[in-house]
């Protein structure tokens, strides 16, 4: 029988929850230093934002593939469990 191969690695994995974090974290520097901003402080926010959206979507992704392949894993154990069962 073949193993159900996962995936995501636990790199990109790793990378999806580091891309969200990251951009929460430069989001709330750049509240928390706002005082007026200018055009180029906005670029910065916009370019923020897509970093939160696009860390968002990539961390919820990799989170259901993840649950998924663990599902998938379970069941191909215990259909070889079942099989060995029967061998014996």
């Known amino acids: 029988m073949q193993r159900y191969r996962r995936r995501n690695t636990t790199a990109f994995t790793v990378l999806a929850y580091f891309t969200f974090f990251a951009g929460v974290f430069l989001f709330s520097i750049g509240l928390y230093n706002e ?37 998938i894993m379970a069941e191909q154990e215990r259909r070889q469990n079942q099989s060995m069962k029967l061998d014996d």
Not at 38 to 46: A, S, T, V
Not at 50 to 67: E, F, P, S, W
């Open 35 to 71: 005082d007026s901003l200018q055009l180029n402080e906005k670029g910065y926010y916009i370019a923020v934002m897509i970093l939160v959206a696009v860390g968002a979507i990539l961390t919820q992704k990799v989170t259901r593939d993840n649950a998924e392949d663990n599902e």
